[in-house]
């Protein structure tokens, strides 16, 4: 596996990279998900198929773009949370880069939950919306929102055992 990732990395990276820097705000960016994108391959578990090299690097470097984008404006968001703070309430830096990361890890193991089923979830336990509210605000039973907020825990406590 690492001899044909070794041949892929040969043959691709310079196009992989050429790719990545139209998409990424700058090189550095760009050479980190290409380097990554190898790494990924690297620990796949599942054979790799070299007929078609560029369409699987394009599925992972699309998934880390994406994934960069979305932490970006996570992050963007959060910062924005912290300087509305009134000054005695907001946390030393150390607990902010804390709170941050929680904030990542906790989107990362929601992602891939029907956007409902995160909305619910984000509704309920984040922003405090009673089960009630959030059936009234998203249109649908007490008894969804209670199976939606399940599936999300489940989601979190166990993504990382599937």
């Known amino acids: 596996m690492a001899n044909l990732v070794e041949h892929l990395y040969q043959d691709h990276h310079q196009w992989l990279y050429q790719w990545?820097?139209?998409?990424m705000p700058n090189q550095q960016f760009a050479e980190d998900i290409a380097q990554d994108?190898?790494?990924?391959?690297?620990?796949?578990?599942?054979?790799?198929?070299?007929?078609?090299?560029?369409?699987?690097?394009?599925?992972i470097a699309k998934g880390m773009v994406s994934n960069?984008?979305?932490?970006?404006?996570?992050?963007?968001?959060?910062?924005?949370?912290?300087?509305?703070?009134?000054?005695e309430y907001a946390p030393d830096p150390a607990t902010q880069v804390m709170l941050l990361e929680a904030v990542i890890a906790l989107d990362q193991r929601l992602n891939g939950l029907k956007p409902m089923v995160k909305q619910a979830f984000l509704l309920t336990q984040l922003q405090g919306i009673s089960q009630?509210?959030?059936?009234?605000q998203l249109n649908i039973s007490i008894a969804t929102v209670q199976r939606y907020i399940i599936q999300a825990l489940h989601q979190c406590c166990f993504s990382d055992l599937l």
């Open 20 to 23: 990545l820097t139209k998409k």
């Open 37 to 59: 994108t190898f790494v990924r391959l690297l620990k796949k578990k599942n054979p790799i198929d070299p007929r078609e090299p560029r369409a699987l690097l394009l599925t």
């Open 68 to 87: 960069f984008y979305r932490h970006q404006k996570i992050e963007s968001s959060y910062l924005e949370f912290m300087a509305s703070l009134p000054e």
């Open 132 to 136: 009630a509210e959030t059936a009234k």
